[in-house]
């Protein structure tokens, strides 16, 4: 998969629960599909973007729908303990991000 691709999808996803634009079954379908490194630190962008916002109910509400399908909790556990989420967290904070450049961000280290 190419890396604009790989962005695509991370994208994807990402806006999918923040937008409302998937459900979660269809959300699931692509979550599993994807770096477990990358749900992890998606879903924790989106938990710390909308902890204290006018959205948060929404937003927050889609994401623990599709956090409690399937094996995406254990998808994420093994992608906090993965060396890119480190990385990730103890040089960069979710807060001074936004969405494209975070995802292009990830993506990218994913990559190489």
């Keep these: 998969m190419s890396a604009e691709h790989a962005q695509k999808e991370a994208l994807r996803i990402l806006e999918g629960i923040e937008e409302g634009t998937m459900s979660a079954s ?4 692509v979550v599993e599909e994807a770096d477990p490194a990358l749900v992890y630190l998606i879903f924790t962008w989106l938990r710390k ?7 948060s109910d ?15 909790a254990k998808q ?27 995802i292009e961000l990830v993506v990218d280290k994913l990559e190489t």
């Design 26 to 29: 269809d959300s699931q379908a």
């Design 49 to 55: 973007r909308y902890k204290e916002h006018t959205n």
């Design 58 to 72: 929404a937003v927050i509400g889609r994401l623990v729908e599709v956090s409690n399908r399937g094996n995406i």
């Design 76 to 102: 994420m556990n093994e992608g906090k303990a993965d060396p890119v989420s480190r990385w990730f967290e103890e040089n960069y904070s979710y807060k001074d991000l936004e969405k494209k450049e975070f």
